[in-house]
């Protein structure tokens, strides 16, 4: 089992999340890897990578199929937003700047790799936007019923096409960092998008970490603005912790 192969599902699974949160979170211009200010760096600290235990470090090759673990994967958005005069009023929120999560771990899905030719098939992952949660019940319950309407849009799906900047080699239990290239589609609208991503694999188990930052304009969805009340920003960041099983 390829380390090359395991990152290529942990990334992907890690995108199919990451595009859910960020819809939960709103607009953006591109696509690629222009992390919010304030967001990226709040959200990496907010939540620790999981643990790895030791490894064999022997070379990982072959093809290999590596399946989500139901619950020990988790998704989230992270944006920066700004309340106005009139939050407290409306809200019973003080006026000033914020920097908001939303995560799920309703997340699913496979990915097959050859590790030796770098290469994926019948892979695809899917998260379920409908269960983004922050710590505002009204954030959530706009999310889903107005923009982006996940109520009505829920799922987000991350179909892997390449990996770059990868190690020659990989070793059972060595930690590796590469980018992830897919395919997101959200609301029936696709990006390519690519993670940054750290993972490694131990044994059956890949894990790791991948995020991405870029704006959600580009799935047409308008980020909040609410006269004198809130304005979210446009660039969010998308993180993904993943655990998967080899099948």
Excluded at 216 to 245: H, M, Q
Aim: aromatic content about 6%.
């Amino acid at each position: 089992m390829s380390k090359k192969r395991l990152m290529i599902l942990t990334v992907v699974l890690v995108l199919s999340l990451a595009l859910l949160a960020a819809c939960g979170g709103q607009n953006a211009p591109a696509p690629t890897s222009a992390p919010a200010a304030e967001s990226a760096d709040a959200g990496a600290s907010d939540t620790a990578a999981p643990a790895e235990s030791a490894g064999t470090g022997e070379a990982l090759s072959g093809v290999h199929t590596y399946v989500l673990v139901p619950g020990e994967s988790t998704a989230s958005y992270t944006v920066n937003e700004e309340f106005l005069s009139r939050a407290l009023d409306k809200l019973g929120i003080e006026a000033g700047k914020k920097v908001v999560t939303g995560s799920t771990s309703d997340v699913e899905g496979s990915i097959t790799v050859d590790l030796d030719n770098n290469t994926v098939s019948d892979s695809s992952i899917t998260v379920n936007l409908a269960t983004l949660a922050t710590d505002q019940d009204r954030r959530d319950k706009w999310v889903q019923e107005k923009d982006p309407q996940f109520g009505k849009f829920p799922t987000a799906t991350f179909v892997p096409t390449a990996i770059q900047n990868a190690p020659d080699a990989y070793l059972d239990g060595e930690k590796v960092s590469f980018q992830l290239v897919g395919d997101l589609t959200v609301r029936d609208i696709t990006q390519q998008v690519t993670f940054d991503v750290t993972a490694t694999v131990t044994g059956d188990t890949l894990s790791g970490v991948a995020e991405v930052g870029m704006n959600i304009s580009d799935f047409g969805i308008a980020p909040p603005n609410f006269a004198e009340t809130l304005t979210v920003a446009d660039p969010f960041t998308l993180r993904i912790e993943f655990t998967a099983k080899e099948q």
